[in-house]
């Protein structure tokens, strides 16, 4: 049975290039984080990639590989707005279910949509709506399958504007023309793994037994394997519960635990922008740090994870007090923190969240709003917030906004550091 529909956008940040600047229709071009031949491709074009520039490529190396190619400097914030486009466009036909990153994103199809050819016409219209509302050059592969994980294969199957629908019945030989590597999940090291476990095709992986694929990983994840490429669904782990986060690399210069609670600070704060601006309330706040710790050390010396409950909050002061609390229980390892992460989960939407009888919790959500009003208002002048908690001031240029890939920001947010 047909169930989920996977729309990938084709070069997408290429595409979105193309669709401002008509000049680079056609033509074999590369977003690049900067103009430098040191610099890698973050997006070609089809006519570049037919020459072998990808994403990843150096860019010195895509120059000598393509001589024609033309180089643009990729602008994120226009990105996330064809993002926002293409979902509400996408929206109107079919209701977006999964946001997986700032090109693919995934939808349930209800009975009626589960015949073969009611999806095929689905597929089209949304591939239609997409070039004839937000740009003609915003082409898209649609994947329709029994699961996710196969629609999200079936949608990589043709590229570009292609449209593959991936049936129960076919599974798993339709997998089989497919190299290991193609797989999303398989990397190279993995794919080592599994050659030395004598698995060197899809169609070996397809044919082995549900323990040869648990021990091949080492892990249940193995029994997913074997669940997923037969096209069955699994029940998905926190899906009954919405959840927004933010995570940032440290740079050397704040890996000190002093120096990384003010990232954590800055961290905390834009998390409580974003929940207050998506309208949710969380009733979680969780902390995930990786130390800057030798390989040979196991992976649960090097993580510490935490969580602590916050009873329906979204305002800065609430959830900082919240933050600071698992801060202090942190384990001191003795080693420097190279990654900081912060999630809100069991998000309620505010409209039918309880709200707070405490006088001091009314106080404090008014207060986070007047300050979210305050930089709403400032901010296009300041190019950054006008007020923030003082407790930021020292973080407050060390987590700028990168080019998005998986967590994508809204462009109402003030950025905290728009350097
Ligand atoms: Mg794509």
Same mark, same amino acid.
């Given at each position: 049975m047909l169930r989920i529909l996977y729309v990938d956008m084709n070069s997408f940040f290429a595409s979105c290039e193309q669709q401002l600047r008509p000049e680079l229709r056609g033509k074999p071009i590369a977003v690049v984080p900067l103009l430098a031949d040191t610099t890698s491709v973050i997006a070609a074009s089809y006519p570049a990639k037919k020459f072998g520039v990808k994403t990843g490529t150096k860019v010195g190396e895509a120059k000598r590989m393509c001589p024609d190619l033309i180089l643009v400097k990729g602008s994120h914030d226009e990105y996330i707005r064809f993002h926002h486009r293409v979902i509400a466009t996408i929206d109107t036909v079919i209701p977006v279910d999964k946001i997986h990153s700032i090109d693919e994103v995934s939808c349930r199809l209800v009975p009626a949509e589960r015949p073969p050819e009611a999806a095929r016409a689905l597929a089209l219209r949304v591939k239609r709506a997409i070039t004839s509302r937000v740009g003609e050059c915003l082409t898209s592969s649609v994947g329709v399958a029994p699961n996710r994980f196969v629609a999200k294969v079936a949608a990589d199957m043709q590229k570009p504007d292609g449209l593959t629908i991936i049936e129960?019945?076919?599974?798993?030989?339709?997998?089989?023309?497919?190299?290991?590597?193609?797989?999303?999940?398989?990397?190279?090291?993995?794919?080592?793994? &599994?050659? !030395? =476990?004598?698995?060197?095709?899809?169609?070996?992986?397809?044919? $082995?037994?549900?323990?040869? @694929? /648990?021990?091949?990983?080492?892990?249940?994840?193995?029994?997913?394997?074997?669940?997923?490429?037969?096209?069955?669904?699994?029940?998905?782990?926190?899906?009954?519960?919405?959840?927004?986060?933010?995570?940032?690399?440290?740079?050397?210069?704040?890996?000190?635990?002093?120096?990384?609670?003010?990232?954590?600070?800055?961290?905390?704060?834009?998390?409580?922008?974003?929940?207050?601006?998506?309208?949710?309330?969380?009733?979680?706040?969780?902390?995930?740090?990786?130390?800057?710790?030798?390989?040979?050390?196991?992976?649960?010396?090097?993580?510490?994870?935490?969580?602590?409950?916050?009873?329906?909050?979204?305002?800065?002061?609430? &959830?900082? !007090? =919240?933050?600071?609390?698992?801060?202090?229980?942190?384990?001191? $390892?003795?080693?420097?923190? @190279? /990654?900081?992460?912060?999630?809100?989960?069991?998000?309620?939407?505010?409209?039918?969240?309880?709200?707070?009888?405490?006088?001091?919790?009314?106080?404090?959500?008014?207060?986070?709003k007047a300050i979210d009003a305050i930089n709403k208002k400032l901010g296009p002048k300041l190019g950054t917030d006008a007020v923030y908690p003082a407790s930021m001031h020292d973080a407050k240029r060390s987590a700028p906004r990168r080019i998005a890939f998986g967590n994508i920001p809204d462009l109402d947010l003030p950025d905290v550091s728009n350097e």
């Open positions: 129960a019945h076919e599974l798993p030989q339709r997998l089989f023309s497919l190299n290991l590597i193609d797989l999303p999940g398989i990397g190279s090291k993995m794919l080592v793994r &599994l050659n !030395r =476990a004598g698995i060197n095709t899809v169609e070996d992986l397809c044919t $082995r037994s549900e323990k040869e @694929l /648990k021990a091949a990983w080492q892990s249940v994840v193995g029994v997913e394997w074997f669940h997923r490429l037969q096209g069955k669904q699994l029940i998905e782990r926190g899906t009954s519960r919405r959840t927004i986060g933010h995570s940032h690399v440290l740079g050397p210069e704040r890996r000190e635990r002093h120096a990384a609670r003010a990232v954590a600070v800055r961290l905390l704060t834009k998390l409580a922008q974003r929940a207050r601006h998506l309208g949710y309330v969380a009733d979680e706040l969780a902390i995930s740090v990786a130390f800057l710790m030798p390989r040979s050390v196991a992976k649960t010396e090097s993580r510490w994870h935490a969580y602590t409950k916050v009873q329906g909050i979204n305002d800065t002061p609430g &959830l900082m !007090r =919240a933050m600071r609390e698992l801060w202090d229980s942190m384990p001191d $390892r003795r080693a420097p923190i @190279l /990654k900081l992460g912060l999630t809100l989960s069991g998000l309620t939407p505010m409209a039918s969240a309880t709200p707070s009888l405490f006088e001091n919790a009314v106080a404090e959500t008014r207060l986070s």
